[in-house]
């Protein structure tokens, strides 16, 4: 009998010595440069004033496009989807947690029997059972955690959401801003080729110029003509767009005509680490390393025994083969010990997947990580580019401004052809086009840029 005892206190305690690694909470792994550079941003503390950390209210400052915004959160369908999976992920952490506490179930049941003609018999059972499994290894313990972080990831999900959604009414915004700029200008710059055709006709009839003149003049008011029709079919597009982010019908929405649109902050060079760490997604992939580690935390727990305690009580008129009355209560207590002995195949192929969902997590997250970097980048360079091209766009218009001046007294003068004034005009209104794309090109990139690093809080 000792011999047995002590066989059995040798058997625990290797479990338990072997199964340390089961209790151990997730720790982001440093196995990598990516990784550890990560993890040490992660243990610092955040710089709230830099620009992941500003609210969208900060960054979109135009009163139009606020209320947009605030419409478009409450209203958007996949942002309130996103908050119904953290009720979800709530939901099943509740459940992973009452699996510590034991089940009751009660199934009353009755029957009669007559036996030659006797008098039936009527036999009854009022039981109440508990079932409580004993968390020995950790299987609850692991799934508890892993629901803790699943909760975490959703929240990042919807916060991920709720950027796109934010980055996206402000890019539709100015978008519409760009197109109802170009149709101004394209608008003005009619209003000047026609007077400019009016002119040309009075000069034929002065002699001043020939006919190719006028019917060169023409072509080039119905040109401009032509491009408007372009121009408000692409913004009625764009407001039925800006209508489906905000859950509403088509309508037409009022933007501004300012163009400055800045920053609040100033950016640093290079692409901070910490910016990629506020990233939601990025967030996101790291707690599924998590959810990977606990998940083959589990399986690691299936080599080990299973202990559940059960116990049974309640009335019965019902004693072995007997019927008794009045009846008498009734209890019944059990344990149960299982451990694993042919289900060791299905175990180890379970953790070698789960080993080898592990590993994939570690790599969408470098690759998430990557490609964070890799956006936020972009946004930058954009951002420098654009406003680099603006300024020399400008400097082009200022001197094509004063060409179609100067080819104009020319030509009333003699000393110019109409050819000539054509060009400059043409010119002059594709520098002006290209310094408003110019301006749009940085504010997408500016909106890009508040994306890429997680903004939209």
């Not at 121009?231 to 009625?236: A, E």
Request: glycine share 4%; hydrophobic share 40%; aromatic share 8%.
């Amino acid at each position: 009998m000792n011999r047995l005892v002590k066989a059995s206190i040798f058997v625990s305690l290797s479990f338990m010595v072997t199964s340390c690694g089961l209790y151990k909470k997730y720790e982001m792994p440093d196995q990598t440069a990516i990784t550890s550079e990560f993890k040490k941003v992660m243990e610092e503390k955040p710089d709230s004033t830099s620009l992941p950390y500003l609210s969208w209210e900060q960054v979109f400052t135009d009163p139009t496009l606020h209320n947009l915004i605030r419409t478009a959160i409450s209203n958007n369908r996949n942002l309130d989807n996103a908050r119904l999976n953290i009720e979800i992920a709530r939901a099943q952490l509740k459940g992973a947690k009452l699996s510590y506490y034991p089940s009751l179930s009660f199934a009353p049941n009755g029957g009669g029997s007559s036996i030659g003609g006797s008098d039936m018999g009527w036999s009854y059972q009022l039981p109440l059972a508990a079932n409580w499994e004993v968390d020995v290894f950790g299987k609850l313990l692991n799934s508890k955690r892993s629901a803790e972080v699943a909760v975490e990831q959703s929240e990042y999900a919807r916060q991920s959401v709720q950027s796109q959604i934010v980055c996206s009414v402000a890019s539709c915004y100015y978008s519409l801003v760009l197109l109802n700029q170009q149709l101004d200008l394209s608008i003005r710059t009619a209003e000047i080729w026609k007077e400019q055709v009016e002119s040309m006709e009075l000069m034929k009839a002065a002699a001043r110029v020939n006919e190719a003149a006028v019917v060169q003049s023409r072509a080039n008011y119905y040109s401009i003509l032509a491009s408007i029709p372009d121009l408000r079919q692409q913004i009625d597009v764009l407001q039925n767009t800006l209508s489906l982010l905000l859950n509403t019908y088509p309508q037409k929405f009022t933007v501004t005509s300012e163009l400055n649109f800045n920053l609040p902050v100033q950016i640093a060079d290079g692409v901070p680490v910490a910016y990629l760490a506020a990233r939601p997604d990025v967030h996101a992939a790291e707690r599924q390393m998590a959810i990977a580690y606990y998940a083959t935390n589990r399986a690691r727990a299936n080599f080990y025994p299973s202990l559940n305690i059960s116990a049974t009580g309640g009335f019965t008129n019902l004693l072995g083969s007997m019927i008794s009355n009045p009846g008498k209560w009734f209890i019944n207590l059990a344990g149960q010990l299982t451990a694993p002995l042919f289900s060791r195949g299905q175990n180890i192929s379970t953790l070698l997947a789960t080993q080898a969902q592990q590993k994939q997590a570690m790599n969408t997250f470098e690759t998430t990580v990557l490609s964070a970097a890799a956006d936020v980048a972009d946004a930058m360079v954009q951002i420098r580019t654009s406003d680099e091209k603006r300024k020399y766009v400008l400097l082009q218009i200022d001197q094509l401004q004063k060409s179609v001046e100067y080819t104009q007294e020319l030509l009333t003068m003699g000393k110019a052809t109409y050819l000539e004034v054509l060009t400059a005009q043409s010119s002059l209104l594709n520098a002006q086009m290209t310094s408003l794309a110019c301006w749009h090109s940085k504010v997408a990139a500016i909106i890009s840029l508040y994306q890429s690093v997680g903004g939209g809080r």
